[in-house]
């Protein structure tokens, strides 16, 4: 049976405002306001969606680095969002992650062996600092870098190869799962696609299962193996990677999907252009909170929240679109997007 590594239920995370001549709290933004999601071993999950949905927030709140308003963490059968501090740092070796800017992530007054060392060190995973270098030496391989690198300092890499020593630092502590919070975003196309690949042996060599937030959908539809979708601090799509992209069952997905540059020259995509901003998330829309922006919004849309029901097979999405008629449902009378028939 495959393990589930991580489950997330209803979480929420509401940041307080300030204000006032007291300074008290005057209002919240609602970054993240009731997700839910599992990621099994050797799964990955990405997480996609505008910036400010809220999705580098849910990362961080599973990390554990900040409070959580409300809501579930469990990593490996353990609940950690209301474990203290010190009950929680054990558990830490098992969800490592992968920021996106490499140049800030790394301690520049260490050098490379130090960095890998010290989660080694850290979590009580070598007896000896012999087998530390042999187990430093080990992550070089693993992520492609020549082993006598270990001796320079980050500043003499390029960001791809500080990317692939941030990933070997997330390796060193020898998790369960990673999560990669926009960790090919500041990176050069061609960079991009090899670190995107590196992730996948490596997922693929230590059956890890990793959560790839993102706001690039052709990366993710290269790489992951389920999608969810969010839009103001919700999940209003989850499906598995063909499903999502072939045939997407949200107004939203459908909206970010026509917006991918098609690969295919000469390949005709109808590109949906979404109006206005995204509202904000200190005062959500009422009702369905893409209906300000979603061209088949109705009267139900504006009074009653959608709630994420499965279309089959998993697919789940929130849109009362799917509560009509099969043949008045915009959504299931359509070609799939151009760019993504899945194979
Ligand atoms: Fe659009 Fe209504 Fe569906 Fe929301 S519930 S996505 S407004 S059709």
């Avoid at 001796?151 to 630092?169: K, L, M, T, V, Y």
């Avoid at 098609?262 to 949906?272: D, F, K, L, S």
């Avoid at 849109?319 to 760019?339: G, I, S, V």
Wanted: glycine fraction near 8%; proline fraction near 7%.
């Amino acid at each position: 049976m495959t393990k589930r590594v991580l489950e997330v239920s209803d979480l929420k995370k509401h940041f307080p405002i300030r204000g006032g001549l007291l300074g008290g709290t005057v209002g919240y933004v609602y970054a993240v306001d009731g997700v839910s999601f599992h990621i099994d071993q050797g799964e990955t999950l990405s997480l996609v969606g505008e910036s400010g949905c809220g999705k580098s927030t849910v990362g961080k709140s599973v990390l554990r680095l900040f409070p959580l308003t409300s809501g579930q963490v469990v990593l490996n059968g353990k609940r950690i969002d209301d474990m203290s501090t010190g009950t929680l740092r054990p558990l830490r070796r098992q969800i490592q992650v992968v920021f996106q800017d490499p140049f800030s992530s790394l301690n520049p007054r260490l050098r490379v062996r130090e960095i890998l060392a010290e989660p080694i060190r850290n979590f009580g995973l070598a007896n000896s600092e012999a087998e530390i270098d042999e187990k430093v030496g080990q992550l070089m391989d693993k992520v492609r870098l020549p082993r006598d690198a270990v001796n320079r300092w980050p500043h003499e890499f390029s960001g791809g190869q500080r990317q692939r020593i941030c990933i070997a630092r997330a390796l060193a502590a020898e998790p369960d799962i990673i999560v990669c919070d926009e960790a090919v975003s500041a990176l050069d196309v061609s960079v991009k696609a090899q670190i995107v690949n590196l992730l996948q042996d490596l997922q693929a060599e230590l059956g890890l299962a990793m959560l790839f937030i993102s706001h690039d959908l052709a990366i993710v539809e290269h790489m992951t193996h389920r999608v969810a979708v969010m839009y103001l601090g919700q999940i209003v799509e989850v499906a598995d990677r063909k499903q999502l992209f072939g045939a997407p069952r949200h107004p939203y997905t459908e909206a970010l999907l026509s917006a991918v540059p098609v690969p295919m020259p000469g390949a005709a995509r109808e590109r949906i252009v979404l109006q206005g901003d995204v509202p904000s998330p200190i005062k959500p829309p009422p009702g369905c909170r893409f209906h300000t922006r979603c061209p088949y919004a109705f009267d139900r849309c504006r009074k009653e929240v959608p709630r994420l029901q499965d279309n089959g097979a998993g697919h789940q999405a929130a849109c009362h679109l799917h509560d009509l008629p099969a043949e008045q449902n915009p959504l299931l009378n359509k070609a799939p997007p151009t760019a993504f028939r899945a194979a």
